[in-house]
């Protein structure tokens, strides 16, 4: 089986349990943003997958879409063992017993039997579970030298890498990622994945474990609070990125083609491979032969003009982001007193 493959699946078995159309509206949708429900359509029919019968709350749809996640993830592991060896364990249950946060688990242990002790150090070494955690098993002797006498129990060498089980009574396995997955992307939920990923950076010991996240969030704005930037997260995956960029060329604003694109030139936001096709032509160059879709990317944009049934005065909070990308702010009304009218 294929990556490509094993994509599908993954997109059929994600929608088949979360992604319903209700009121005209796909789940994924924001129902107050007309961009939100047309970009959200446009992912929808690209897919072309069987949809859900009902929809499910909040809470359910981040556990199933991290269970969803978790198997492709598996999976794909199992197929690129030729270049990635060993035995990885993919954790959803929120254990932190690795060889990177060894000490914080004791800490914590001795926080529940001392409180004046929490007291005194403060909630700092209090580690956020993120959904997702890799692990990889650390290695034993005969595995290491099956190619070549690498290491052997004589030697005073290689005595405390945490890879070799032979260094530890007791082996942790080691952090390999910390992956958050978040079904729909709200300011909030931003702030926790970041928070989830500093906490584990700061209070480490060792190798610094991949971050990141995975989404199937529709407006490049909400992608952009947490992709824009660098040091919290390594990237943002989202769910059907080519989707995604499909959707917002044929209905985005020129602004929302902007943002998209210098998440995804700026490697915050990554790309599906059949996609790439140099730096700064990225869905340019893809779309050439595409006359239809070509001309939604080029042309002037009228400013005043009301897209997708927005008010042109009228502007949400996911348009906010937008408005650095344009680069000017909005005219705005004020009296004799310099305050601003209205």
């Not at 474990?209 to 040091?231: D, K, N, Y």
Request: overall charge neutral; glycine content about 8%.
């Amino acid at each position: 089986m294929s990556i490509d493959q094993l994509r599908n699946f993954y997109h059929r078995a994600t929608c088949e349990q979360l992604l319903v159309v209700d009121c005209d509206v796909p789940s994924i949708a924001d129902v107050s943003s007309p961009l939100s429900i047309a970009i959200s359509w446009g992912i929808v029919d690209l897919l072309g997958v069987q949809l859900a019968d009902k929809r499910v709350t909040d809470h359910d749809a981040d556990f199933l879409f991290t269970k969803s996640t978790q198997v492709f993830l598996q999976d794909s592991f199992a197929l690129l063992r030729g270049i990635r060896p060993g035995e990885w364990q993919f954790y959803t249950e929120g254990t932190l017993q690795f060889e990177q946060h060894e000490h914080v688990v004791e800490l914590q242990r001795l926080f529940r039997e001392k409180p004046d002790l929490k007291a005194a150090l403060g909630e700092s070494y209090l580690l956020l579970a993120p959904d997702i955690l890799v692990g990889r098993q650390p290695v034993a002797d005969n595995e290491i030298n099956q190619i070549t006498a690498v290491v052997g129990d004589a030697d005073s060498v290689c005595r405390l890498s945490p890879l070799r089980a032979a260094n530890h009574p007791n082996p942790c396995w080691i952090l390999h990622a910390s992956i958050s997955c978040k079904w729909t992307m709200r300011s909030d939920r931003a702030q926790n994945i970041r928070t989830e990923g500093l906490n584990l950076i700061r209070n480490r010991k060792g190798h610094t474990p991949h971050i990141a996240a995975v989404t199937a969030e529709p407006l490049p704005s909400r992608l952009a609070s947490l992709a824009l930037g660098t040091g919290d997260l390594d990237c943002v995956y989202h769910f059907a990125l080519p989707e995604l960029q499909i959707a917002v060329a044929e209905k985005g604003s020129s602004g929302d083609k902007e943002l998209l694109l210098a998440m995804i030139d700026g490697r915050r936001l990554r790309r599906h491979k059949r996609f790439t096709v140099g730096p700064g032509n990225l869905i340019r160059e893809f779309f050439h032969d595409q006359p239809s879709v070509q001309s939604s990317l080029g042309g002037e944009q009228d400013g005043n003009k009301c897209e997708l049934g927005r008010h042109p005065r009228r502007r949400g909070r996911d348009d906010e982001p937008l408005r650095a990308v344009r680069h000017h702010q909005p005219a705005r009304r004020r009296d004799a007193r310099g305050r601003v009218a209205g």
